[in-house]
Each structure stands twice: as C-alpha cells, then as structure tokens.
C-alpha cells in the first residue's frame, strides 16, 4: 500500500498533537502542518526560556520545565523533518 497525501497530513498531524501536548492543542490548529509545526517549535522554546529563568530564579520546578521543553523541542524537530521530506515526496505537505 503506497501512503498517499491524506494519510501523511492525518499521522502528521496526530504525531503534531501528541507531540505538542493537550496545553498546546488548540494554539496549533489554523493553518498547514507546517505553519502548525513551527508554531509549536516556537512555543516550546518560549518554555524553555521560561525554565531558564525559573532556574536563574532559584524555583524548583525551573529544572523539570526546561528539561521538558527541551525534550519536547528535540522531538518537534524531528517532526519538522520527517514534514519537510513528505513535502518533497509529495510536492507540498
């Protein structure tokens, strides 16, 4: 069975919104999946930033914060990716 479009936008977009997380579900959903995805990217370095300045702030929660954001950041670029070689496969995702 060969994937076509629709298939790759629909795992495209349920990776995105497990990836995301339910707090930022519905900051994400106007758009393509690129614009989506990189929406996300941006949060998720907004709460790294965040984390930082918890930690510089001496709060206990900064660690966890940053260490999340991170990994979530990690994890929406390997998303951005695996979009930016569907969108050549499929001449525009």
Avoid: W
Wanted: proline share 3%; hydrophobic share 40%.
């Amino acid at each position: 069975m060969e994937p076509n479009r629709d298939d790759v936008l629909k795992a495209l977009a349920k990776l995105l919104k497990t990836l995301a997380g339910p707090a930022n579900a519905g900051s994400i959903e106007d758009g393509d999946i690129a614009h989506q995805i990189d929406r996300s990217i941006e949060r998720a370095k907004v709460d790294a930033s965040e984390g930082a300045a918890l930690i510089d702030a001496c709060a206990p929660h900064g660690r966890a914060m940053l260490t999340q954001a991170q990994q979530r950041l990690e994890d929406l670029e390997s998303l951005k990716l695996l979009q930016q070689v569907a969108s050549e496969y499929f001449d525009s995702i």
